[in-house]
């Protein structure tokens, strides 16, 4: 079970960097608490935190389905933090001979309550703020951003950090301050499957408790309900009394029944693939508004597909309604929605309008040209080019 359970993470921890150093891809657009980030921001107005995508919500939603069948199994299979540190635990007891730290129970669930406490921060500044203001400290996001620009030595500090903690107490951060943590353990705590212990055949060795990696008393329950458990089945595998019952994992109404592990990699397996053909399948728009007070959508309603460049982040999305909401000479009428997928280059963005109010020319000049701001008495230069418009009539 240990050696599966290696093979799934380093599988996952080799795709994020492939991903990162290979191919170089945005891979903040698949973290799954980038999801719980803009969840806020996207139902309140319709945009997305800068760096994020459709793509946060279709993997939040895989592995909230996941820890919903199979309580935490992403921090203990598919996380690269909790991987890596994991890793460093058991490098430096082989290798080092540091015995692990056993943190008393008392002080273990205190700790426990740090990572709501940090999550409740993160969304707190992220959420009145409107931008991922903890990136910056976050030492996963130096990882897979390659060192981004806007990465500050905090981002080091909190990974030594880890590093130095992990080397003696088995994944710190996981189980004491990591904010996604603290929202899967809401579901983990309702997940369909367990590790049950059936006293008449357990011979009370504690073999299970002493290999837990978050420190849960399996041998004094005969269910483990703790949201902190991972799946690792760590507990099962080490169980002398394993052949005859005395630790099983599988669903919860029926203690007799046990599953074998590789259910468990197979949903997470289906789970993941179903995120990626989803965003594939359903490209919903990382921006989508209604102009406010201009009716409902009427049937005759048209669509008007463009490619917009300089459309990059949540700020030029915001200023896009800003422009199809203008006031002056461009002012257009009637009912108006914008979607769009804002990134680099030329952006795909559909117009819906009531094509008795206004037409295709009037958008156009409303996104193109400059705005002029009565209360600032200034002009206001669009940031925005058509891909086969030109607003001033110079070509062929």
């Not at 082989?94 to 921060?121: A, E, F, Q, T």
Request: glycine residues 8%; hydrophobic residues 45%.
């Amino acid at each position: 079970m240990k050696t599966t359970r290696r093979i799934v993470q380093f599988g996952f921890l080799a795709l994020v960097l492939v991903g990162v150093f290979v191919v170089e891809g945005n891979a903040e657009r698949w973290c799954p608490f980038g999801g719980v980030e803009a969840l806020y921001t996207y139902f309140t107005e319709g945009n997305m935190l800068c760096s994020l995508g459709i793509s946060n919500f279709y993997i939040l939603g895989a592995v909230l389905l996941i820890t919903l069948i199979l309580r935490r199994v992403f921090c203990g299979y598919m996380c690269p933090i909790g991987t890596i540190s994991e890793w460093l635990q058991s490098g430096s007891r082989r290798i080092l001979k540091i015995k692990p730290v056993r943190v008393p129970v008392g002080v273990d669930r205190c700790l426990s309550l740090l990572k709501y406490v940090v999550l409740g921060i993160v969304l707190y500044f992220t959420w009145t703020m409107s931008e991922l203001e903890f990136r910056r400290a976050d030492p996963c996001y130096a990882l897979i951003s390659r060192h981004g620009e806007d990465i500050t030595y905090w981002a080091y500090i909190v990974a030594g950090t880890i590093v130095a903690g992990s080397l003696f107490v088995t994944i710190p951060f996981c189980r004491w301050l990591c904010p996604l943590g603290a929202v899967l353990n809401i579901f983990s705590k309702v997940g369909l499957s367990r590790v049950k212990r059936d006293p008449e055949s357990c011979i009370n060795c504690g073999l299970c408790a002493k290999v837990c990696p978050t420190a849960i008393p399996v041998d004094k329950q005969l269910q483990v309900t703790n949201a902190r458990c991972l799946s690792c089945l760590n507990c099962v595998e080490v169980c002398p009394e394993r052949k005859n019952g005395a630790l099983r994992w599988g669903p919860t109404k029926n203690m007799r029944v046990s599953w074998p592990q590789s259910v468990l990699v197979l949903i997470i397996l289906v789970a993941v693939t179903a995120a990626v053909v989803g965003v594939n399948s359903f490209p919903a728009p990382a921006y989508s508004k209604v102009i406010d007070g201009r009716g409902s959508r009427p049937a005759t309603a048209i669509t008007l597909d463009l490619k917009v460049f300089n459309l990059s982040c949540r700020g030029k999305a915001s200023l896009l309604s800003y422009y199809l909401d203008r006031d002056d000479m461009y002012e257009l009428s009637g009912y108006l929605k914008a979607e769009a997928w804002p990134g680099s280059g030329a952006v795909d963005l559909i117009v819906t309008y009531d094509p008795e109010k206004t037409d295709r020319q009037a958008i156009l000049e409303a996104l193109t040209e400059p705005y002029y701001d009565r209360d600032a008495d200034m002009w206001r230069p669009s940031p925005f080019e058509i891909e086969g418009y030109d607003p001033l009539d110079l070509g062929d």
